[in-house]
């Protein structure tokens, strides 16, 4: 058979399950009210939640980083590619993360997909044990796989199954791993739990914060603030695309750590470095998230948060309220969950339907995510959108 009609047949599989992936056109800035594929929309579908990305202060300051820098790198962070932007950006992110840590560094990534890939696979190597908690972000699994390390995944949130893994452990080197706010749920890890455990064990604990970070504690320093946690065992990774707007992503951990990540990270050494004007930005970004602007965002957050979980009001659907932006609608079948989506869409609406393999299959459901963006009246529209569809509600095939 011709590689290109396996190619088809394989994308006509995706499409008979329901899972075939398109994207749409978006002409407008990341704010609440877009224009997608030429539409007026009111979208929840961004991981904007502090709403930076559009922020003036932050676009002034990319376009001061690309008049001060230039648009790129030019190599990679050990040829010639580390500026000073890069070098401050690091410097302000291990200071911002050191009630967190001891002996705070920081290292500052193109992508939260590469720190992942590069974090787990220069701490596991093949002789470690990697333990993975089952709704881990795909990029945490990729790692692992990366590091050849024998793989342990135990149940979401089950820290006795944990405890009695690593109990069995004979490796040398152990790793747990997690997402700190769990990205298609929101619900938030039973980290201090985990700590005791990782250091009991001798073990790293490796947390991505992709969805707390800026959004949780009160100057937004995420699940390591919201739980008061600090350790030497404690590898912090945060994403900067998301609450903090522009892109990229940073480890912060005990300096020893990150001078280990810039010698032995195959996904830090072998990489371009992200253009400098973006770590630029990133410092005018940070300063938003750690003032007094960042915290009325987040105090405003919460608000709508709180709103959602008391205006919705579904007899078919599930809503998992969470104490975190991302706020999912269970539906269970693909098919469900894009009917739904698409109903949203009618009104104007964007809600994006996740299927597998980003969740467990039939788990399949609508993504709400908040933004410090939105305003009660943009909340107030969807959940009156999202009620009405559930009570008109007679499953995929009707309509
Ligand atoms: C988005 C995300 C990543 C990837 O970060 P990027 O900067 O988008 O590559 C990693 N982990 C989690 C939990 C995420 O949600």
Redesign the pocket.
């Known amino acids: 058979m011709h590689p290109l009609t396996q190619l088809e047949r394989g994308l006509a599989q995706l499409d008979a399950q329901h899972l075939r992936r398109r994207r749409r056109i978006v002409d407008t800035p990341c704010t609440p009210h877009i224009k997608a594929d030429g539409k007026p929309t009111l979208a929840f579908a961004s991981?904007d939640y502090l709403g930076l990305a559009a922020h003036p202060a932050v676009v002034a300051a990319l376009i001061e980083g690309a008049r001060r820098y230039g648009a790129g790198s030019g190599a990679s962070h050990l040829i010639s590619g580390h500026s000073r932007a890069h070098a401050q950006l690091e410097e302000a992110l291990a200071e911002f993360m050191a009630p967190h840590l001891v002996e705070p560094r920081a290292l500052y990534f193109c992508?939260?997909?590469?720190?992942?890939l590069a974090t787990i696979s220069a701490l596991a190597g093949k002789d470690a044990e990697v333990f993975s908690e089952a709704l881990n972000?795909a990029?945490?699994i990729d790692g692992a796989r990366l590091s050849r390390a024998n793989v342990k995944v135990y149940p979401h949130g089950d820290v006795a199954a944990l405890a009695a893994l690593l109990e069995a452990s004979q490796a040398e080197t152990k790793l747990i791993v997690t997402?700190g706010v769990f990205?298609m749920d929101g619900d938030i890890g039973p980290l201090p739990a985990l700590l005791a455990l990782a250091e009991k064990h001798c073990a790293w604990l490796i947390v991505?914060d992709?969805?707390g970070f800026g959004v949780l504690g009160e100057n937004g320093r995420g699940v390591f603030e919201h739980f008061a946690m600090r350790s030497p065992n404690l590898v912090i990774?945060g994403?900067?695309?998301?609450a903090a707007g522009v892109?990229?992503?940073f480890v912060a951990a005990h300096a020893t750590v990150i001078e280990w990540l810039v010698n032995r990270a195959r996904p830090y050494i072998f990489t371009t470095a992200a253009a400098p004007a973006q770590a630029h930005a990133l410092l005018t970004s940070l300063a938003l998230i750690r003032g007094d602007e960042g915290r009325a965002r987040r105090t405003h957050l919460q608000a709508l948060i709180a709103q959602l979980r008391d205006s919705l009001d579904l007899q078919h659907w599930q809503h998992i309220a969470s104490p975190t932006a991302v706020q999912p609608v269970i539906l269970g079948e693909n098919a469900a969950a894009l009917h739904a989506a698409a109903g949203l869409a009618e009104a104007g609406l964007w809600v994006p339907a996740i299927r597998p393999p980003t969740v467990p299959a039939g788990t399949s459901r609508l993504r709400i995510s908040l933004s410090a963006a939105h305003t009660a009246g943009d909340v107030a529209t969807l959940a009156s959108a999202v009620n009405r569809l559930d009570r008109d509600w007679t499953g995929t095939r009707h309509g």
Not at 111 to 116: D, F, R
């Open positions: 991981n992508t939260g997909y590469m720190a992942n972000h990029s945490l997402d990205s991505d992709a969805h990774i994403t900067l695309g998301k892109g990229g992503a």
